[in-house]
């Protein structure tokens, strides 16, 4: 079987919690900033809870495959109840989960994500190192999706480089916070042999390696000279872009309510790659994101708010965009 797109990256159980906010709220510091804390031995009231799957390789699967692509993922899982519960979810998804690597010595991945006003604080138990999932020369796919890796991702690196290369494979890449801490010099090769790269801005500008305030056009000037042919950059309530040699194009955001943050990225990336790889051109492929980025954030988790292709065609088609067609050379 020949696939459109295959994943590789993290597959996880995620636990949101809704902590009782009187309980941990503090006053702003000097800086204007909010902090949640607790004290050492604190024990703190919840008001909700929420179970849900996660990860970004497992988010950019189901999303893709919602929107009308032959999607598979290479991710890795232990032999426990939440490895059987993410194996469901993914075939009910209708992601291929035949290359899914199964541990019986391991736990599967999880994160408990800590939810205050839409946004969240996320700690993970990464189970599984990057050297343990592999792309096999049998597996047909023309495009590879990178999620975020943890430590020990290099090697994992070079070898898909040498098989992009190989194969003819197109790279889409979303570094994690691991890789955007290493630099660029840490992806050796894979940015130059790479077709996409996704980053927000921050991400963007922590790994351009600019300082003080940036602008978004000064960070994809600068992450272009790496050899990546489309730049792909969002910032949240201003929209999204994206840089290629020749042009800049920028998309305001998709109204939405925001309920809760996790897998808006996600949902960008997954609708993005769906656009692009069915022929689209970059600014819908940046609609596309925007649209079902804005649908998830109203629901609590990363899969229940993705949009089917019907829905997220409707949505664009009767939206008015206000700065559609917003491009820079």
């Known amino acids: 079987m020949k696939y459109d797109l295959v994943t590789i990256g993290d597959i996880m159980k995620d636990i949101f919690v809704f902590p009782s906010v009187s309980e941990m709220e503090k006053p702003l510091n000097r800086h204007g900033e909010k902090f949640l804390v607790f004290e050492h031995g604190d024990k703190i009231s919840i008001s909700d809870i929420h179970y849900d799957i996660g990860g970004t390789a497992g988010n950019v699967a189901i999303g893709s495959s919602k929107l009308g692509l032959k999607t598979s993922i290479i991710s890795a899982i232990g032999h426990d109840s939440e490895g059987e519960g993410i194996i469901k979810t993914l075939e009910k998804a209708r992601v291929d989960t035949s290359h899914l690597i199964i541990r019986k010595d391991k736990k599967t991945s999880f994160s408990v994500i800590i939810s205050y006003e839409g946004e969240r604080s996320i700690l993970v138990f990464h189970s599984f190192h990057p050297d343990e999932l592999v792309l096999t020369r049998s597996i047909a796919t023309d495009w590879v999706f990178l999620g975020p890796m943890g430590e020990g991702y290099k ?21 994690g916070s691991v890789q955007i801490h290493d630099g660029m010099l840490a992806f050796g090769g894979l940015l130059r042999v790479a077709k996409i790269l996704f980053v927000n801005k921050e991400e963007g500008q922590k790994l351009a390696g ?26 949240g309530k201003e929209g999204a872009y994206a840089a290629t040699a020749t042009d800049f194009i920028k998309i305001g955001p998709y109204p939405g309510h925001r309920v809760e943050s996790t897998g ?45 292709l019907a829905t997220i065609k409707h949505r664009i088609k009767e939206h008015r965009w206000s700065d559609s067609g917003m491009k820079f050379s």
């Open 210 to 235: 600019l300082h003080g305030v940036a602008n978004v056009r000064d960070i994809a000037k600068v992450l272009k000279k790496t050899g990546v042919e489309i730049i792909v950059i969002t910032d």
């Open 264 to 308: 808006a990225g996600d949902a960008f990336t997954s609708a993005f790659m769906a656009a692009y790889i069915k022929g689209e051109k970059l600014l819908t492929c940046l609609q596309y994101g925007v649209t079902n980025s804005a649908s998830v954030i109203e629901k609590v988790g990363a899969q229940e708010g993705l949009l089917n």
């Open 155 to 175: 090697s994992f690196y070079s070898r898909m480089t040498a098989l992009a290369a190989e194969k003819n494979i197109k790279i889409a890449i979303n570094p």
